[in-house]
């Protein structure tokens, strides 16, 4: 049985480690973190800012490589965030979304359009029923996207990308409104009522 609360892999060293062995062979996909239920070892001073940058102990990490693993053992539970491997479960803090959305393609067949986005961590995320757009009001005004990536993990689209949604977009009757929104992998995604946006035209 794994000892919890182990110094050595409380360490950003040691968590590199844990997450190298959890992460398996290169090629090989995610890890099944969602079948991992181990002891939880305590709050690491680890944050992903609502940039996107991760941070050690206030420091940004400047390994892209290194923010890449640990993002493949990043598991949403209960609200809260963590990394977790096999043996061990920290919980570490997020400040809006932990991935952002920095790219996005666009292609049109016989079954409509497809959107695919590629995150800050390099995982390209289709747009469709599992991988969904929302919209939320932020507090300047304006809507805020999200595509969720996987296993109640979002990423937060940039605002040029927002703004391509909405030159792309288009108005449907959505249970008896009419709404705006953006079509992709067969869904709907409505941004907001299409008269409100008329008014802020």
Known sequence: MAKQGRPATRTLDGLTASARDAAGSP???????????????GDLDMRIGGD????????????????????????????????VTPVEKVGISVDDAPFLAVEMIGNRDENGRLL????NVGDWVPCDFEHRLRFECSEGGGLKPYLHVRAGLWAKVTRALYYDLVDMGEQRMVDGQM???????????????????RDAG
């Open 27 to 41: 090629g090989s996909g995610l890890p099944p973190v969602h079948l991992w239920n181990p002891p939880f070892c």
């Open 52 to 83: 996107g940058t991760w941070y050690y102990t206030g420091t940004p990490i400047g390994r892209p490589a290194l923010v890449r693993l640990f993002s493949t053992i990043l598991k949403h539970e209960d609200g809260k965030y963590f990394l």
């Open 179 to 197: 709404m705006f929104g953006v079509e992709s992998g067969g869904e709907f995604f409505a941004m907001a009522d299409a008269e409100q946006v």
């Open 116 to 119: 695919r986005f590629r995150t």
